[in-house]
T-cell receptor, first 112, second 112 residues
Framework: DAGITQSPRYKITETGRQVTLMCHQTWSHSYMFWYRQDLGHGLRLIYYSAAADITDKGEVPDGYVVSRSKTENFPLTLESATRSQTSVYFC???????????FGPGTRLTVT | GQQLNQSPQSMFIQEGEDVSMNCTSSSIFNTWLWYKQDPGEGPVLLIALYKAGELTSNGRLTAQFGITRKDSFLNISASIPSDVGIYFCAGHSGGSNYKLTFGKGTLLTVNP
């Protein structure tokens, strides 16, 4: 049971480049979330999705784009990466009507 | 917006000792969740609480949903080295809002 996976696990990119982080879940959960985790800030919500083709902004959406054409996938794109986007990114999912979110293993992104 | 105050920020204990940590909020939550994050991994759900006053155990872990619905507590009994990690609380206000509010975490170190 794969659960929720993220790829790549580690990524180094240059300022200004576009980079896409992938998230895939096998539970058919309706809701999916993207967070970034930084020292001193904890987990902050970037975007979330209630279902395929339904997405909404979280706390820190600027500089990020998401899509959800299929229930199981929720990619996060940094259109033009900046050093301030160096962080650890976590994807999570939850069933409809329930609060419990299940997290992926994370992607550590470094923007040079 | 909603904020969670999690304390203590860090703890350094001897193996075998019991541990207590808590989260308080200025707002009411309908669900409290406790997660553990190991280094380099994503948060893993430990315990979910759904009713005010509820006390729930998971092995050596016991968590309580505060009677005011504004706080929650996590206790770990007879700590072992693998308990090392960051423990997060999260609150969910319910309804159609599926977002979680996270505490900043408690870093637990266990000395063998």
């Amino acid at each position: 049971d794969a659960g929720i996976t993220q790829s790549p696990r580690y990524k180094i990119t240059e300022t200004g480049r576009q980079v896409t982080l992938m998230c895939h879940q096998t539970w058919s959960h309706s809701y999916m979330f993207w967070y970034r985790q930084d020292l001193g800030h904890g987990l902050r919500l970037i975007y979330y999705s209630a279902a395929a083709d339904i997405t909404d902004k979280g706390e820190v959406p600027d500089g990020y784009v998401v899509s959800r054409s299929k229930t199981e996938n929720f990619p996060l794109t940094l259109e033009s990466a900046t050093r301030s986007q160096t962080s650890v990114y976590f994807c999570a999912s939850s069933e409809r009507e329930l609060a419990e979110q299940y997290f992926g293993p994370g992607t550590r992104l470094t923007v040079t | 917006g909603q904020q969670l105050n999690q304390s203590p920020q860090s703890m350094f204990i001897q193996e075998g000792e019991d541990v207590s940590m808590n989260c308080t909020s200025s707002s009411i939550f309908n669900t409290w969740l406790w997660y553990k994050q190991d280094p380099g991994e994503g948060p893993v759900l430990l315990i979910a609480l759904y009713k005010a006053g509820e006390l729930t155990s998971n092995g050596r872990l016991t968590a309580q949903f505060g009677i005011t619905r504004k706080d929650s507590f996590l206790n770990i009994s007879a700590s072992i080295p693998s308990d090392v990690g960051i423990y997060f609380c999260a609150g969910h206000s319910g309804g159609s809002n599926y977002k979680l509010t996270f505490g900043k975490g408690t870093l637990l170190t266990v000395n063998p």
